[in-house]
């Protein structure tokens, strides 16, 4: 075998320089690096693999990669994880460097030298792909983790107004621009692997989320409810969500606490799942300002606390737009019946619902109420 390692020697300099076109033109990544790179770090690598092919094809034995060369290559792939080199393309690297030593080897070696030549290569491969996976996986993990870490003490700052260049520089991301704080709650805890992948999925951008607090920071100018919509798809349940947009990262804090503040009213009214904004909400925004006031509107309506089919009459008529002709189809009952429930409504609360004024103040106060949020103030909905 001597006189092939010598032979094989020989080549290498040529064999090193073809895995590096061919990897350039097949695999993607390296493709997209600069020749410079291209032409030094990544030739390096694939040469320091083929010396250790080499020393194989020149030691007896099986000629499998001993407990040194399995570390170096071990240090090798967590320097490519942390250079954020695709696993992929790693292992694209080693199977073209593999097939090129092969196909050399056909060329210089005699008909005998193929098979143990062969059997050499495969027992290297054998030993490698293994290591260079699990230690390519485990610094890639260690570095999901980290970066986990930056993104949310990015996210805490930005949400917190503190300064936040370092932190973003640290996660590779870009917070300059405008922004969409989202606030989201969920029927049940999803699995946060599954919401933080629809998100990145819908923006094709790792989204900065605090899944405790259930805020999320969504660059640019997005479809929200398109966006809450795929939520829903994907972790399988409802969703209720609000939105507030950011113009830049200063108006951040402001922006979550004017989501939160949305999400809080409308998860108090039993507002459907779905999307909101403050101008959708403007009004019980409004109506929902603690004091004597809000609890005095919801009082308009306590002669009803006795009358639960008169309080969802009313409550349909307001959710229909004053519309008779819905609201008794909503009911199921005859327009007549309809009438004679609301003229009770007028005569119990001393509102009449043909008074534009009184009839805003009567949708006020069932707004109150909502927000009130005692047993006192809710009606039976059968």
């Not at 099986?62 to 071990?74: E, K, N, Q, S, W």
């Not at 969409?180 to 999803?190: M, R, Y």
């Amino acid at each position: 075998m001597s006189d092939l390692h010598a032979r094989m020697a020989a080549r290498v300099g040529d064999l090193t320089a073809v895995v590096v076109a061919r990897c350039a033109a097949e695999a993607p990544f390296y493709g997209a690096l600069p020749r410079a790179t291209l032409q030094g770090e990544v030739a390096r690598s694939i040469a320091a693999v083929n010396a250790l092919l080499l020393r194989a094809l020149r030691d007896g034995g099986a000629g499998a990669m001993g407990p040194g060369d399995v570390t170096r290559l071990i240090e090798w792939s967590a320097r490519r994880a942390e250079e954020r080199v695709p696993l992929e393309a790693v292992i694209a690297a080693y199977l073209i460097g593999a097939e090129v030593w092969w196909q050399t080897l056909t060329e210089v070696a005699e008909p005998d030298e193929l098979a143990g030549a062969g059997g050499k290569l495969l027992a290297c491969l054998h030993s490698a792909l293994p290591a260079v996976v699990l230690a390519h996986q485990n610094a890639r993990d260690d570095l999901h983790s980290e970066d986990k870490r930056v993104r949310r003490a990015l996210l805490g700052a930005l949400l917190a107004g503190r300064p936040h260049e370092e932190l973003a520089d640290a996660a590779r991301v870009s917070v300059a621009g405008e922004h969409e704080v989202v606030a989201f709650a969920f029927a049940s805890d999803p699995p946060t692997r599954l919401v933080q992948s629809s998100l990145d999925a819908f923006t094709g951008t790792p989204v900065l989320m605090d899944h405790v607090a259930g805020m999320a920071l969504l660059p640019g100018r997005l479809d929200v409810p398109g966006l809450v919509a795929r939520l829903e798809k994907d972790v399988g349940q409802s969703v209720l969500a609000a939105a507030a947009r950011a113009s830049v990262p200063a108006a951040v804090p402001t922006a979550a606490q004017e989501a939160g503040r949305v999400l809080d009213l409308v998860r108090r009214l039993g507002r459907p799942p779905g999307c909101y904004r403050l101008d959708d909400v403007l009004l019980e925004h409004q109506i929902a300002r603690p004091g004597d006031g809000l609890v005095r509107l919801a009082a308009k309506l306590d002669p009803l606390d006795e009358h639960p089919f008169l309080l969802r009459t009313l409550r349909v008529f307001v959710e229909q737009g004053l519309n008779r002709r819905r609201t008794a189809l909503e009911l199921c009952v005859h327009r007549n019946t309809l009438d004679y429930r609301l003229q009770r409504v007028g005569t119990l609360t001393g509102l009449d619902l043909a008074v534009p004024a009184q009839a805003r103040l009567i949708q006020a106060a069932l707004v109150a109420r909502d927000l009130a949020g005692t047993a006192d103030h809710r009606e039976a909905t059968g």
